[in-house]
């Protein structure tokens, strides 16, 4: 079942000028998204990225074609408060999402303003605070937390809107190595244990490379689809649009290079080892 369907997108943000030309950032996109997916977006700065995942949550509207989120089409304003209900949005700087003083006061914010009960709201944000293991932060001031923590409690309050798509626009883009570690930990949990769709744009091909898809974006149109392996063995023609591969598949590429025979769609470290193990096996 597809949850998020994209036809025939085109996307331009406007000059601001009489005389200047409007930008096209998004040239003809044409995707589709199956509930449950994990899929991540890679693409250098400037590439449409960002702007695509604005569009899934109808923070910003097509100039050209469509998008529909669970059937509902983002250009249709009856829908736009299900459809942001449905595909949350969580961005790349935590402290922009962040709008309270207490933890769980910025937790339950927006189902506090869509007037769910009081005993239903203590309910979605216990619910939403476990799940991304900040439950015993709760009483906690959001300013006190590392940027992990942060980011967090920002997933945590679209979590508490009981979204069925998790859209996530570069989340660890500003956190250190262990606060990567602790989004990415809570966002293969979401998928893999409650079945969530999650969209990533990221530019960390580690990150990409946990993903059920890939799409590659080039100058605002897709460049290529597939899963991580068949998308990082293809090296040159991503280095070519200013994108890196995985450091495993780096490190056997360039041995290939050197007249070794690997395998061209490692991806992890471990894998990355038993192929050179298995190489000093057969010398």
């Known amino acids: 079942m597809d949850i998020i369907k994209v036809e025939n997108l085109s996307f331009f943000y406007k000059s601001g000028e009489d005389d200047s030309p409007d930008f096209q950032a998004l040239d003809n996109i044409n995707l589709t998204i199956k509930?449950?997916?994990?899929?991540a977006i890679l693409g250098h700065n400037g590439s449409g990225k960002s702007t695509l995942a604005k569009l899934f949550n109808a923070i910003l509207i097509p100039t050209e074609g469509d998008i529909w989120v669970k059937d509902m089409n983002t250009k249709d304003e009856e829908?736009?408060?299900?459809?942001?209900?449905?595909?949350?949005?969580?961005f790349q700087?935590?402290?922009?999402?962040i709008v309270a003083t207490i933890v769980e006061e910025d937790v339950a914010f927006a189902p506090e303003n869509l007037g769910?009960?009081?005993a239903e709201i203590r309910e979605l944000v216990d619910g939403?605070?476990?799940t991304v293991g900040m439950y015993d932060y709760i009483k906690h001031a959001p300013h006190m937390l590392s940027g992990g923590q942060k980011q967090?409690?920002?997933?945590?309050?679209?979590?508490?809107?009981?979204?069925e798509v998790l859209v996530l626009d570069e989340p660890t883009a500003m956190l250190d190595p262990q606060g990567r570690r602790e989004i990415m930990q809570t966002i293969r949990r979401l998928n893999e244990e409650q079945g969530m769709t999650v969209v990533l744009v990221t530019h960390y091909m580690d990150e990409a490379a946990k993903a059920d898809r890939i799409v590659v974006m080039n100058s605002g149109k897709i460049e290529q689809i597939g899963t991580p392996r068949e998308i990082f063995s293809q090296v040159e023609e991503l280095k070519s649009i200013g994108l890196d591969v995985p450091q495993s598949t780096e490190l056997l590429y360039e041995l290939n290079r050197a007249g070794q025979q690997f395998r061209g769609d490692i991806l992890e470290v471990d894998?990355?080892?038993e192929e050179i193990c298995a190489l000093r096996a057969r010398a």
């Open 152 to 163: 967090r409690i920002a997933i945590a309050g679209v979590l508490a809107m009981s979204p």
């Open 271 to 273: 894998e990355c080892v």
């Open 35 to 39: 509930k449950g997916e994990f899929l």
């Open 128 to 130: 939403a605070l476990k």
């Open 79 to 90: 829908h736009l408060y299900d459809i942001r209900r449905t595909a949350g949005m969580v």
């Open 116 to 118: 769910v009960p009081p």
């Open 93 to 97: 700087n935590p402290d922009n999402q």
